[in-house]
């Protein structure tokens, strides 16, 4: 049996769920899951209604589309109004309201949206309208900057002049050092994503556990990951005794994956960078080097915007830095939902509000 | 008409003599119910009992052939378990044709058996007909409509709406094979394993339960287009209770089971064609159960919830790790149109 399916195996999880319910915790511990695809994952097992008394969960800043700052979206969509161009996009981001609507308005306004699963694809989309020029909206954290390093990489090398990025790429550890430094919240452990790990490893993170005695647990993306996660998170806080673990061992090296990690460093560097709810943190975003900056759709569209509005009412911002739970949001199911989503975190399939709304919003009513 | 390479053309459908001989040589050829055949303008039925039950569905499946059904195996048994549903035992069908210019006709005869042989299966007869012809491009080759009249079985009182505290769910099998089934012949996917659409009418299956059991069922339903997550919150949204639903206990074969991994789609979405869901007193379940794994053929029959009390309407999934979630209504359009 390979170990996806290993890990799939109800009896595992049963067992690991039990193990769970029957902690007991003589302190308050509040754990945050830091990535919006294991916010999803939590809600859609239903772990909420699984966690012992005293054990609580937080949602944190690791969903790439609601950390977007609204003065993105808006420098987009005047780049589409503005200029003669073709957007190109992750399709999550379609929904996210700007101060004047979201991309697909801009597209049903008749401007040139179009949906991709990857850069490459705008790339190949450049090379076959050489009349047009394609910007990409790179959103996203260590897991997709290598991807689109690459993708700028392949046009350089290829000579193609009509393709460019608009960056709001973020890095993962500098939103940590503002978690951990913040005195509203406090958080004993982190359960730290998977994927961006496979791309950092676990030498990032060591400053968490060692210097601000913080557990700190590597996870993978099934429900049995995530429990087993949840409990050596919570051994490392009983026993005071703090380290790096993995427990995505099948998928996560020590070393991460020095080759992404090379062609990131060789295209971006970091810069400091506005998140939404964070404001900016310093050298938490990547920007094109010198040698790319052509790609650079800010430079090559340049744009001069007065305001940028949030959406009225809308606490993305406290949810994000793990102020608020959704439900204490006064839109929350009042006026927003999936289908009219108020703020990026109802919009992303990888948002807080969202996870909420589908899967938890009858809490304490089950 | 009998080679393999002729196509439909425009004057198939212009009411001449070239729509009589595609009536006679090729449909008619299959369908030859007495009442279809003096080719009147309507037909005149003989119906038992006067609770009558009455249905259409209009199919415009892609791929038209998939595995284990064609889009004619479909229409007969979409409307034929549509009314089985209503508690009634089908007995008439009508059947509308609309054909795209260049459609083989060889493909029509194909899906003509296939729609006699439901027919059959289903003890039911096409009772009347239309056939239309459109311009090429003006449809995707073919589309079908089907209505149907049923006689309500005596004794039975079936509704959506009647779902009580106390009930058990029941599910007459394993759910979700339709949609993968096209799915995967569509994206052309090339996968190990006995892929085949879940499709039939399910006359044998749900005839003996009712005459059996009338007075214990209150809800059947068949989970087709949003699946079972969908059905289950109509039915628990119209009779405006809480249903529990129990993950471990919903039959899902395992091929589906890897293809949704694979796809990343959720086997409760999925549509069937072939399945259907049953409310039951909690007294008779077990009884129930039984008899339709001894007596009607459904060996992967399972109690896979309970309805616990009035509510607004909600779902609630008791996943396999015992966490407890809200099983929603499908948001937007997961899947094209595969029914
Ligand atoms: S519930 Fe809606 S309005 Fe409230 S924080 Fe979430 S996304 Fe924003």
Redesign the interface.
């Given at each position: 049996m390979n170990e996806l399916r290993q890990i799939r195996e109800n009896s595992l999880l049963q067992g690991l769920s039990r193990q769970l319910q029957s902690v007991r915790l003589s302190e308050p511990v509040t754990l945050m899951e830091v990535c919006g695809t294991h916010t999803m994952a939590i809600h859609r097992a239903g772990l909420p209604t699984l966690l012992p008394p005293n054990l609580r969960l937080l949602s944190g800043p690791g969903c790439p589309v609601c950390v977007t700052p609204v003065s993105y979206l808006d420098t987009a969509c005047a780049i589409a109004r503005q200029y003669d161009v073709t957007l190109t996009t992750f399709g999550d981001m379609m929904r996210v309201p700007g101060t004047d609507g979201t991309l697909a308005d801009l597209r049903s306004e008749g401007y040139p949206v179009d949906t991709v699963y990857s850069p490459f694809h705008s790339v190949t989309l450049a090379q076959q309208k050489p009349e047009s020029q394609v910007v990409f909206l790179a959103v996203g954290f260590e897991t997709t900057a290598p991807v689109v390093a690459a993708s700028v990489k392949y046009a350089y090398d290829i000579g193609i002049n009509n393709f460019s990025i608009l960056s709001a790429h973020k890095l993962v550890i500098p939103a940590l050092k503002i978690l951990i430094d913040d005195n509203r919240i406090f958080v004993d452990g982190f359960l730290l994503p998977g994927h961006v790990s496979v791309i950092l490893g676990s030498e990032p993170y060591r400053f968490i556990a060692e210097k601000n005695a913080k557990a700190c647990v590597i996870t993978g993306f099934e429900t049995a990951d995530i429990i087993q996660g949840i409990l050596l998170l919570i051994d490392q806080v009983q026993k005071r005794d703090f380290i790096v673990a993995i427990q995505y061992r099948r998928v996560v090296k020590p070393e991460g994956n020095t080759k992404a990690r090379a062609v990131i460093d060789e295209v971006f560097e970091s810069a400091d960078t506005e998140w939404r709810g964070f404001g900016v943190i310093p050298e938490s975003g990547l920007m094109l080097r010198d040698e790319f900056g052509a790609f650079d759709a800010s430079e090559r569209f340049p744009v001069h915007m007065e305001m940028h509005n949030e959406p009225v009412g809308c606490r993305c911002g406290d949810v994000l830095r793990g102020y608020i739970e959704p439900p204490e949001c006064p839109l929350f199911a009042r006026g927003c939902s999936p289908e009219h989503p108020v703020g990026p975190c109802m919009v992303s399939t990888e948002g807080t509000c969202a996870a909420y709304y589908r899967f938890s919003r009858l809490q304490g009513d089950i | 008409m009998n080679n393999n390479k002729d196509r439909i053309k425009l004057a198939h459908g212009s009411g001449g003599g070239m729509m009589a001989d595609l009536i006679q040589d090729v449909i008619l050829r299959y369908l030859d119910a007495p009442e279809l055949a003096n080719l009147d303008d309507a037909a005149e039925l003989v119906i038992p009992h006067n609770r009558i039950a009455f249905s259409t569905d209009t199919f415009v499946v892609k791929p038209i052939f998939f595995p284990g059904g064609d889009i004619g195996s479909l229409a007969v048994s979409g409307t034929v378990n549509d009314i089985l549903m209503k508690g009634a035992r089908p007995l008439f069908l009508s059947l509308g044709l609309v054909l795209e210019e260049g459609f083989l006709i060889h493909d029509l005869r194909t899906i003509l058996q296939s729609i006699k042989q439901a027919c059959d299966y289903a003890g039911v007869k096409v009772v009347t007909g239309d056939t239309k012809v459109v311009g090429k491009g003006d449809l995707d080759g073919i589309c079908i409509n089907t209505s149907g009249i049923g006689s309500i079985l005596p004794g039975v009182d079936v509704s959506g709406s009647y779902a009580k505290t106390g009930d058990s769910v029941i599910v007459s099998g394993d759910i979700g094979a339709h949609g993968i089934a096209v799915m995967v012949k569509r994206n052309g996917l090339h996968l190990k394993g006995d892929i085949k659409s879940d499709a039939k009418p399910l006359t044998g299956e749900v005839l003996p339960l009712l005459e059996r059991y009338a007075d214990s069922i209150h809800v059947l339903r068949d989970p087709t287009r949003g699946g079972v997550a969908a059905t289950l919150n109509e039915i628990a949204d119209s009779s405006g209770v809480r249903i529990y639903l129990d993950e471990?206990a919903i039959p899902v074969n395992d091929w589906v089971k890897s293809v949704c991994e694979l796809l990343g789609f959720d086997p409760l979405y999925l549509p069937c064609e072939g399945r259907f869901l049953v409310f039951v007193d909690s007294s008779a379940s077990v009884e129930v159960m039984s008899f339709m794994r001894d007596t009607c053929g459904c060996h992967d029959v399972s109690v896979i919830g309970t309805v616990e009390g009035e509510s607004s309407g909600?779902v609630?999934?008791?996943?396999?790790?015992?966490?407890?979630?809200?099983l929603?209504m499908p948001?937007g359009e997961l899947l094209p149109r595969i029914c």
């Open positions: - | 471990s909600e609630l999934l008791r996943t396999i790790s015992g966490g407890v979630r809200i929603d948001v």
